[in-house]
Structures are given as structure tokens and as C-alpha cells.
């Protein structure tokens, strides 16, 4: 993996969520800052609940300014809740939550001004072409046209639709609309960048042109707020996030703190077919120092993904494949859940 | 490249302001959004629910005022047939409009478009969707009301400047139909919901005292067609196209301020408790 997170450590260090496991490196900072960070959001305790459902169970974070934070976790975790309640568009059964120091409940359309949103699902307005998308949208924060006129060209060029400027919404392909809708989210020059699943359903190039413009923002100091259930996604582009199942924080970090905390350095993959998969744990038994059996594969969790395979085929295994990788982030969710992030 | 550096200003103005979590004093942008997307995709569907009303007076006005021959008129004096009709799909006609943008158009924008949800993003509140999305409503009403009374007067249906008055008086009846169906919509969740507003929508068209007085029924049926809005509205236009006015007049236009003032109350909360839940 790329070094992208070697910042891990400076003044931005945030302060634990309380209930959150406690990370090796997560302890109060010991540089010398002057000033505590300055948290744009701040959550406590923060539940949700539908009728008998619990979607957020009780979690505790706080983002400082600029930094680009993470809710990684499978489907239905309560990633997107947490999300509603940071827009106040859901509100909370209990806890507290501030928003550049104003409850969003208090203050929906205040708070909502400090935001960018990207939801889930794209909402273009399908009736209105894409620039005036951006314009109107302008419109909706009470901004200018004087204002909005240039400021909607400027980012059009940002999402490299400069020439689809007068096309309908619905001619644009899936990047396309997806790119569209974060410059429509920074029309207002938020302070924090909410994005719900940004990449979920694109092509691997259209993703990287988006992670690639998210980037820039962060640059410009934009805080990020990103749900993903793409470890890719979350190694690449948070600086620090929590993981999140069931409504509850399971860990947090980094993401090379979280993979240092809850894997190995390297994972041997091993496929026997579907029959053996569940079998053959017995045999490995001692390869490693941890094993996980999946339906689809066997994963040996070391530090030496080579050795072990070496031993393995000592053993007189034959497996039908063998891959020996990094550990990620999803090593680290199955760790923490017992589950894969994609099911 | 700087998309954030710069022209910060502009937005503080925007972010200091105070307000409740319903209202930003902005549904000029969701006005000005309609206007943006009438102009680009909307204009033929408006242009057919000008003609409708003007379809029926003249097939029921003149066809069928060939049959009727005069009938009596509010003030009392003989009135041709068409002009009898005339104001009575009118208010038919502001009811069909206000009806329509606020239900099917809403409940499209509400659980198709997405387009309602996009906007709470913002710095708007539900109220300002709310009254930005009635506000269209009434324009339009405005619109083919002012038509309407166009053809009245080109058909010679006019006798009195008193009928210029059906003109507001058609925006306050839209303004009733729009403020209730809006949140009536809110409660909608399939298409098949959707067609209990047009079960309600023809009775209420076609007994209203749109084509015949109300004197034919019997007292109890009466007495619940009065109690429905839109025979308020037949009557109240009625009075004015005469300019014969009684103190009833005064009770019809109670009966649309009520209506509007409860209907504004109603969708303002089920807008409040469907997207800030």
C-alpha cells in the first residue's frame, strides 16, 4: 500500500471515542501544539432508533478541521443515518451532536449552509440542465446569481463537464452524474464535504477521477466525511475512520493503525474448492498465526505470506490457488465482526 | 485551481443568518426553480390544462345551452347557459390545476425525482418548499384564470366589470386546493393511493352545482355539498361573474381563508415529519 497516511501522528490527532477500542497509537498527542484541534463535528453517544430498530447505537467521534474521516462498514451498519443526523434531515433519539458548534436540529438550514452533501443516491434535478443544476442549487443556499455565475463555470472545469455544460442531466453517464453532484455539493463552498457511498456503483476509472477530485479538495482544507463499504476506498482516501457495525464503533484509526492493530502484515489466500474450504482448517492448523475460513477460501493471517505457503505445501497440501497480499482493511472488519464488508 | 479558496464573503451572509429549522425565508429559489424547469420541459402540459375548461364550455355551454336555453341566474335575471356554467368551470378549473401541481407533480418530485430531499440539503426548510411549490401553483392558477375569463368575454359571457374579480378570486380557490392537496400527498405512498384523490376530485366536479342548481337534490345532500369546497367556489365565482353579491359571499370566502390556513398547517408538519424524522 502506499504510504498515503504517513500524517498519522501530527497535531490533527483526535481525541478517542469512548467507546471505541482504544488504538496503540491513539493516545492523547505528545506534540507539541499550541492550541487543542478545532473539532467541526462532534458526537456523542449519538443513537438512532426506527421503531425496534436500532440504526446507531450509541457512537462517539470527533472530526477535526480538515481532516478526511471515515464510516467503513457493511450495509446497514447505520453509516447513513449517522450521515442524515450530521445534515439534520434525521433526528436523533439521543446523545449530542454539533456541527461547527450548532446542533443541527436547532439550526437545520445554519448548519446545512456549512455543508456539502452527496448522497447516496444521485438527486439531480433531471428537469433542469447541468449548469442551471448548479445554479439553482446556488439558489437554494440564497447565494447570487453574480455570485453563482462564475462560481458554477469554476466548478463545472473542477468536474470536467465544462462541456456538458447545457446537456440534459439524463444524457450523462454514471461518473458523469456522480462528478456532477459533488460540484453541486460545493457550490456553497462547504466547509465539510458529506459523501454517502460517493463511488458505489462506478467503473474502476470513473472512481479513480473521483477520488482524484476529492483529493484536491482535501488539499483545500475541505473536511471530508465519507461512508464507504470499499476498504480501497477508505485506505485511499480517509485520514483516519471508524469502523462501524450494527450501529456500533468497533474500531478506530488510521488505516495502517487499524491494519497494524487488528491483522498481520501479510494474508495468504488459499482456495481448495468449495468441498475442502471448510475442511482443510484442521490441517493448517499452527501455519501463521491466525486462520480464517470463508466459504470461497481459506485466509492465513502472517507476517510471512511466502513461508507459510512453503508450509503448507511441507504439509502436502495442495491448494487449487494460492495469492499472498497485504493485509487490508477488510482483514481488519472480518477480524473485528467475524464478517466480510460485502455480503 | 481554486474552488474553495476564494469568495468566502459571499457565503458568510448566508451561513450568520438565524433561523428556525423550518423556514429560510427562501422560497424565491424553489419559485425560481419551476420557472427554470417550466421553461425548459413543462410549458405543453400547461398549455393543456388551459383548454380543458374552455373544451367544456363550449361543448356543454353551447351544445348543450342550445337545449337548455336560459336559466336562471344568481342575481335573479336570465342568463344564457354558457354564462351560467362559465364560472363554475372556472372554479373547477382552479381546483383541477391546484390539484394537479400540488398532488401528482409533488408526490412525483417527493418520491421519484428525489428532488425534495436535495433541497432540505440545503439551507432550505420545509416551509420554504412548501410555499415556493403553492406559489407555482397559484401562478398557474393565475394564469388560466386570466385566460379563461379571456374567453369568456371573447364568447360575450361577460356582462358585468365585476367578473374581473373572478381572476383573484380563482387564485384564492387554488390556493385552498394547493395548501391541502400538498399535504394529503404527503400521506401518499403508491400510485393506487394516488387515484383516491380523483375519486374524490369527479364527484365533487360533476355535483357541485357546476351545471344544474343545487335545489334539485334533496336537503341532506344539500347540505353535504355544501359542506365540500368546491360548491364554495362554483357559487362564489357565480356571484362575482353577476356581480350580485349576498352575504354568502362573504362565507365562501371565509370557507377558502379557513382552508388555505389549515392547509398550510398540514403540510407544513407532514413535510416536518417526513424529511427531518
Redesign the interface.
Known sequence: MPELHSAEGTSKKPAPAKDARPTKDAGPSTNAVPAPPQYVITAKNLTKTYGDVTAVDGISFSVPVGEAFGLLGPNGAGKSTTMKMI?????RTSGSLTIMGLDP??????V????G?V?Q?D???????VR?NLL??G??????MS?LKP?AD??L??AQLTDKAKSKVDALSGGMKRRLTIARS?I??PRILLLDEPTTGLDPQARHILWDRLF??KE???TLILTTHYMDEAEQLCDRLIVVDKGRIMAEGSPASLIRNYSTREVLELRFGSERNTSVGAELEGIGERLETLPDRVLIYTQDGEAALEEVSARGLRPLTSLVRRSSLEDVFLRLTGRSLID | MTVLTQGHSVTEEARNRRFGPLYSRNARAVIGRGLMATKSSNWLVMLSGFFEPVLFLISMGVGMGAMVGTVQGPGGQEISYAAYIAPALLAVSAMNGAIYDSTWNVFFKMNFAKLYQGMLYTSLGPLDVAMGEIFLALLRGLLYATGFTAVMGLMGLITTPWALLMIPASVLIAFGFASFGMGITSFMKTFQQMDWINFIMLPMFLFSATFYPLSVYPQYIQWLIQAMPLWHGVELLRQISAGAFTPATAIHVGYYLVMIVLGLMLTTGRLRSLFLK
Not at chain 1, 436540529?105 to 445554519?110: A, I, L, V
Not at chain 1, 438527486?123 to 440542465?129: A, P, S
Open positions: 445534515g439534520g434531515v434525521a433526528q436540529e436547532e439550526h437545520g438550514p445554519e446545512r449552509a456549512h455543508l452533501v448522497p443516491q438527486n439531480l434535478d433531471e428537469e433542469l440542465r442551471d439553482v442549487y439558489r437554494y443556499f440564497g447565494l447570487p455570485y462560481k469554476e466548478l472545469e473542477f460545493l456553497n463552498e484536491r479538495l483545500q482544507g475541505v
